[in-house]
């Protein structure tokens, strides 16, 4: 394949801070039993390529931990393979995320032994099933400088994306924005870009240099608006969740309960892969009730659950009713509790008798191993 791969883990760790406060926001879990990181990464595997380095700065230990020798992937390999990009450890040594030029500055060495000519940049929080070897071929065909992997608006989201392109009927792009909400007709980018390989090199090289470290702002804008760099978008058109904050995190999740979203994400010929971990099957109680929901293995299910997503090990006890919930793996829910509209990290207890109810728009949100 003529592209090495590259995944920024942490492009919003700040706005996900409820989940990132010990872990990397690729690590966070999703839908059951994935983890966000595993549909870029899967994506990139089922579009044959087998050169991926993940950018990863701080708390990234679970998320090593999930990668680990990367064989659910096909990427334990002798040339090429799978690699963490940790930052060098210097006496400057800034912990903080500033940008992604920043990131990719510790990807130099990786990327200048890389051997394909083209560079797929692409971010952990845009959720979908897109085989790349389209986009890769749309952006050799337009002899442009980068290729902006995005989807058509259609204005209803207030959330500001990364980048918005405005293209003439043309397809020409005439306008570039940063961090605003895509209105009706323009082009949200997925934080996805492909660029060729040398020029991404110069680009950070130079850019860095300068104390300038944010990609879309200090370099696709400034130099598109300087008329110095051209763009390509490809528009991709199927169902895409994006994780940008934690409301955004609730409501994907709780997307895949849709028949027409699970069928677009998950494909017999483009699998989504993870780390797999064995467990019996699921039991379900002889007064249980339950409707809408995903469910994973090696839970046990005594109460009613309507509308949920349970990783993992939970247990739901007698009496206990839940709805409109995320309860990540080894979350114990006592007998009685009622929770609506909730979000219960890892190894957590809710004591029995407890009524936890939040809103769609805010969710209830239950620390990792907390007991409430």
Known sequence: MNMTGIIFSETYNDELNAFTHDRNMAAIPFGGRYRLIDFTLSNMVNSGITNVGVLAKQHYHSLMDHLANAQEWDLNRKNGGLMLL??????????????????????????????????????????????????????????CDITVVATQADGASQEPCSLVLDCDPAGKVRSCAINHPAPGGSFAGMGAYLIDRELLIQVIRSYTAQGAYDLERDFIQSQFNQGSLSINVYQFDDVVLRVRNVTEYFQSNLALTQDRVRKSLFRAGSPIYTRVHDEVPTYYGMDCAVSGCIIADGCIIEGSAEHCVLSRGVRIGKGASIRDCIIMQGSVVGEGSVLENVIVDKWATISAGTELKGLASAPVIIRKGVTV
């Open 86 to 143: 940790p930052p060098f450890a210097t006496e400057s040594f800034n912990q903080m995320h500033r940008g992604k030029l920043d990131d990719l500055r510790n990807a130099l060495n990786y990327l200048k032994g890389a051997a394909t000519p083209y560079v797929l940049l692409a971010s952990a929080h845009a959720l979908c099933n897109l085989d790349y070897r389209p986009a890769l071929e749309s952006h050799v065909a337009s002899g």
